[in-house]
């Protein structure tokens, strides 16, 4: 159990005051860092950390609350001085490879998908990864017109005036160019400009940066260009965004490109043909990391024939045809002050290290993930133990090592709690997994507020105004303690404008956006309910399949008896295992999600499932299934093919089946397609089809 909670009533009122000052003080400094800067130093999880020992402190002490209470305050809104830019092609990130085996795992995959031998060469363009912040540049007719922020990467901030003032950001192109043409790279801050930079902010008593990355965005940020102006800020390209025409036939050909029209490129690069010279390369650049004047977080692997990496295309937010490689993280020595509990939004007690804070590689640290039970037993972590600890990339620190030899001679082994600390709930393991989980559901405060903010994200129901700070002080304020409760606050005339920092207008902004999400496409809807195991990719299949949201409750509903059909069908579908077939059967069948849904319903609507391709096709809706070797393209092509063209794929024939693809070889899968009457298709039959 936390140390915090415990030692409350240890506490002397005169120690109980100063520490809720400072916490308060700490809040707000923090806040304005995150609203206003856009440069946070600490973590999401750190942030919330300090809410919770200041409310558990000020519900033991309510009458020494200071006067600046974080909890009447509702968070600054964001600046919204920007304008808004709609990306014309989204900017994507990266998915991330951290050893040797990942670079190998990464080639092989792309062998696979494009059924390529193994003695052909994967040629990839290798690149520095800069850690800055990415930017996208529109140019017409080869002049600079607009710039803009990544944003979520569908929706960026138009900052053309910030981006004017880099010298290294071309205002004309040199040389011809497409009429419009999109460049996108990184916008950085090179260490020693970092350094002095900081220097004079120190002086002249501003406020300094953490680290060059967080310089770097709040310096783009600036409402004001002419601040930016004398902030020394540079610019690299990468890649091409959106283009009229084709420009090169490889990655190496647009850096060429880029060099021409002017802009830097992010050197030192290298045309690689096998994972080994990708490895080599990543060994080379992280032994000459320290001498390069920009900070750098790994390499970057892109395939090089433009032509392949459009077949290779995208798997939610990143490209099959890229990787980064991140350097091995920087490590510290520090103490482990003590262990506390978290509950999640699914109720996992997850185990977090507060540790004295350290310096790791320009970021402090004080902060790391235990992740569970077992992980704390097999490296016997013991509060005050001397730990080393890691910070990889922007993953969050964990421990590496115990110092056993430093431990003193009354040290105690951690007994992991048995119950949830925030309801007191018994909290369990099911055997075969490793987490322990409090079994409270709803009545747990920890796992109905994640609930809700998972709820209104950006990729569920992404109501504009409510986010994850409005959202804790609705719900410390008892206005807002389910999902029916976002839809029912206007009518239940709560009375907003009397909370501090909000006026009529607010409560209307608020009100209209709330409004605006009354209709929600079925694939966020299923998203939203935060069920175990089931991500944005499970909740579209899943939409995809059913529909509507009446076809997939009456499936589920059915499903939940083993021996029907509906489960068969169901567990037949790529991409549900077992596993998840039960999470998901588990809440369709409790009665109190049942009843919360229907509450729901009343306020809002679902809309079907809508076909995203704007014409169908011959496979729109039909059932396929692939059974044995193909040629022309491997499984997991055709597969994504097959998707893209509206179809759904299923991993075994049943009576629903449209077609069955028989390649090589193809076992009792074509057989039962015959006994059951489904359409076989050849290989060449497929391909004619899907290329049709
Ligand atoms: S290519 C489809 N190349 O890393 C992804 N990105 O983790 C296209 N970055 O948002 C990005 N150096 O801000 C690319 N040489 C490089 C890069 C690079 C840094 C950043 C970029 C991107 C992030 C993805």
Request: glycine share 8%.
């Amino acid at each position: 159990m936390s140390k915090k909670k415990s030692s409350v009533p240890e506490i002397t009122p005169l120690e109980a005051k100063a520490e809720l000052a400072r916490l308060a003080d700490a809040i707000s400094h923090h806040d304005t860092l995150y609203h206003q800067n856009d440069a946070p130093e600490i973590s999401d999880a750190e942030y919330d950390a300090l809410r919770k020992s200041y409310k558990v402190l000020a519900e033991s002490f309510p009458h020494l609350v200071p006067a600046n209470n974080p909890e009447k305050k509702v968070g600054a809104a964001p600046l919204s001085g920007f304008a808004k830019v709609k990306h014309r092609v989204p900017m994507l990130s990266l998915g991330n490879a951290f050893d040797t085996q990942d670079v190998t795992d990464f080639t092989d995959r792309i062998r696979r998908f494009l059924n390529m031998n193994e003695d052909q060469p994967v040629d990839c363009m290798a690149e520095p990864k800069i850690d800055g912040l990415s930017a996208s540049l529109f140019y017409e007719n080869g002049v600079f017109v607009q710039g803009a922020t990544r944003g979520d990467g569908e929706i960026g901030e138009d900052i053309t005036q910030n981006l004017s003032t880099l010298a290294t950001i071309p205002k004309k192109l040199t040389g011809n160019a497409p009429a419009i043409i999109e460049i996108r790279g990184e916008v950085y801050m090179e260490r020693g400009n970092f350094i002095e930079m900081n220097a004079r902010q120190e002086q002249s008593g501003k406020p300094i940066f953490a680290n060059p990355r967080n310089a770097a965005a709040g310096s783009l940020r600036q409402l004001d260009s002419s601040i930016t102006a004398t902030r020394p800020l540079k610019f690299f390209g990468y890649a091409l965004g959106y283009s009229e025409a084709r420009i090169a036939d490889t990655q190496m050909g647009v850096r060429t490109q880029l060099h021409q029209w002017g802009f830097v490129l992010n050197e030192p690069s290298a045309l690689c043909h096998s994972a080994e010279d990708m490895i080599a390369y990543h060994a080379k650049i992280e032994g000459m990391r320290s001498t390069l004047p920009f900070d750098l977080d790994g390499v970057v692997y892109k395939i090089n024939d433009l032509d392949l990496q459009e077949r290779l295309g995208f798997v939610s937010r990143s490209p099959r045809w890229a990787i980064a490689h991140k350097f091995s993280a920087e490590e510290a020595e520090t103490t482990l002050n003590d262990i506390i509990i978290q509950v999640g939004r699914t109720g996992a007690l997850t185990p977090v290290a507060e540790l004295e804070p350290v310096n790791v590689g320009g970021v402090m640290v004080s902060r790391a993930t235990l992740h569970n039970e077992d992980e704390i037993i097999r490296k016997d972590i013991r509060k005050g133990d001397r730990v080393i600890i890691r910070r990889a990339g922007d993953v969050i620190p964990q421990i590496v090592s115990v110092k056993t030899e430093a431990r003193k001679a009354d040290s105690v082994p951690y007994i992991f709690p048995t119950h949830c600390p925030e309801c007191n709930s018994e909290a369990v393991r099911n055997e075969g997994e490793a987490v322990r989980r409090c079994t409270g559901g709803l009545i747990c405060s920890a796992q109905a507020i994640e609930r809700l903010i998972h709820f209104v994200s950006r990729d569920a129901f992404d109501i504009e105004g409510l986010g994850e700070r409005s959202l804790r002080s609705f719900w410390d304020e008892n206005l807002i303690k389910s999902p029916v409760d976002i839809f029912t606050l206007e009518k239940r005339g709560a009375d907003l404008e009397k909370r501090e920092g909000w006026g009529a207008k607010s409560v209307q902004k608020l009100f209209d956006a709330i409004n605006a999400k009354r209709i929600i496409p079925l694939e966020r809807f299923i998203y939203a309910l935060g069920i175990r195991q089931v991500g944005e990719s499970t909740a579209k299949l899943l939409a995809r399949t059913y529909r509507s949201w009446a076809a997939l409750n009456a499936q589920m509903i059915e499903a939940a008896d083993h021996e029907t059909r509906g489960y068969r069908d169901f567990t037949a579908l790529d991409g549900i295992g077992e596993a998840m077939a039960n999470d998901l059967i588990r809440f369709f069948s409790e009665m109190h999600n049942q009843e919360m849904i229907a509450a729901l319903l009343n306020e809002i609507s679902i809309s079907d499932w809508q076909q995203n391709e704007s014409a169908a096709t011959a496979l729109t809706g039909k059932t396929i299934v692939f059974t044995g070797t193909l040629q022309a393209m491997g499984r997991n092509e055709a597969k994504a093919k097959a998707e893209k063209l509206g179809a759904y794929v299923a991993g075994s024939v049943s009576s629903k089946t449209d077609y069955v693809v028989v390649g090589a070889d193809a076992g009792s899968k074509g057989e039962k397609a015959r006994a059951l009457g489904v359409t076989i298709l050849s290989e060449q039959e497929w391909l004619d089809l899907a290329n049709s």
